[in-house]
């Protein structure tokens, strides 16, 4: 089914992430983690791709096996960056042969000392989002990033960018993380004021180890509110506390997301079924209500 036509039930959609295992060896245990999320019902999973996409095989045939297998709509990410445009139509088709009608078309992160773009190569997501476009009948979603991209200094001019490539065609939009709803809440009266009226899914990263998240938060420019801060202070150094108050705290931003509102939200679930569950668990009424 594609996401554009799910998103339109008037009912809250929780959706989760997984990603693709590096090497093959691994493929068995993600598609155990994966199968248990899928458990969950989730209104969709989404499978991220290797920026370099030399997973682009495990993502395909983890999306296809999440619809086929587990019975669940799937989204496969795909970044263009790092592969020449017969590569990436060719990754294009693959997914169309698989079933798979909804892509996450994404740049990629530019790979340090390269010459970008390089020659028959992708510049911006939106070229990607025009070629997907003629290739086949996808519903097509794309990121965004409320705190700003770390490549666009002005916020003013990263909504401007935004606004071109939700106009090439993008159905829907995923945001990057965040810690504090209220940045979510300005950045969406923003691009509505600019005339982006897709749904927009908000992010939401459950931490469950606090070391890793300052770095991961560094490298994309999101910010870490005093009481995030308060909470990996606390518990960063006890795994099993630091997971209990990750789950709480990425619990509480959904109940705020939902009573402002929102209905679609997407959970950055790492292949971790335990922490997908007892999101799940969290919420139960609330979806129901
Ligand atoms: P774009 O939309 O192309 O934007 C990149 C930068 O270029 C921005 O600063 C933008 O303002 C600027 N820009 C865009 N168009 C123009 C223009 N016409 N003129 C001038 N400037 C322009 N990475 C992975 O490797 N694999 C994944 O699976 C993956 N999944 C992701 C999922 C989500 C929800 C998010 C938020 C990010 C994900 N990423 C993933 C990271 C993403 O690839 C990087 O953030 C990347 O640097 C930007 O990709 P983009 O598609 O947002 O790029």
């Known amino acids: 089914m594609k996401i554009k036509d799910i998103l339109k039930e008037e009912k809250v959609h929780i959706s989760f992430e997984v990603f693709p295992p590096k090497t093959d060896a691994g493929y068995e245990s993600v598609l155990r983690a994966t199968e248990k999320i899928a458990a969950l019902k ?8 290797g920026a370099g996409g030399g997973t682009s095989k ?39 042969e698989k079933g798979i009608e909804n892509i996450l078309a994404l740049r990629g992160d530019i790979p340090a000392d390269t010459e970008f773009p390089l020659p028959n190569h992708y510049k911006y997501a939106s070229e990607l989002i025009e070629d997907i476009k003629q290739q086949g009948d996808f519903c097509i ?22 606004k071109k490539k939700v106009d090439c065609g993008v159905d829907f939009l995923t945001t990057q993380m965040f810690f504090d709803n ?19 899914l908000p992010g939401i990263m459950p931490v469950t180890n606090g070391k890793q998240i300052a770095r991961i938060c560094q490298l994309s420019g999101t910010i870490l509110p005093e009481r995030f801060r308060a909470v990996v202070d606390c518990f960063g150094d006890n795994p099993a506390a630091m997971q209990q108050a990750g789950i709480a705290y990425a619990t509480d931003q959904i109940v705020d997301l939902i009573a402002n509102g929102i209905r679609n939200i ?15 668990e969290n919420l139960s009424e609330i979806i129901k209500a």
Request: aromatic share 8%; with cysteine.
């Open 42 to 49: 989730p209104a969709f999973m989404s499978v991220t791709y």
């Open 58 to 96: 495990n993502t395909a045939s983890i999306a296809s096996q999440i619809q086929d297998d587990f019975h669940v709509t799937s989204l496969a990410h795909l970044t263009c960056v790092s592969s020449t445009k017969e590569e990436v139509h060719t990754v294009i088709e693959n997914l169309k």
């Open 182 to 200: 209220n940045i979510f809440y300005n950045f969406l009266y923003r691009i509505r004021e600019q005339g982006i009226t897709i749904p927009v």
């Open 141 to 162: 979603g794309a990121a965004c990033y409320p705190e700003g991209h770390v490549d666009t200094e002005h916020k003013k001019d990263d909504i401007r960018n935004l």
């Open 266 to 280: 997407h959970i950055y679930s790492m292949n971790k079924p335990e922490i997908a569950g007892a999101i799940m």
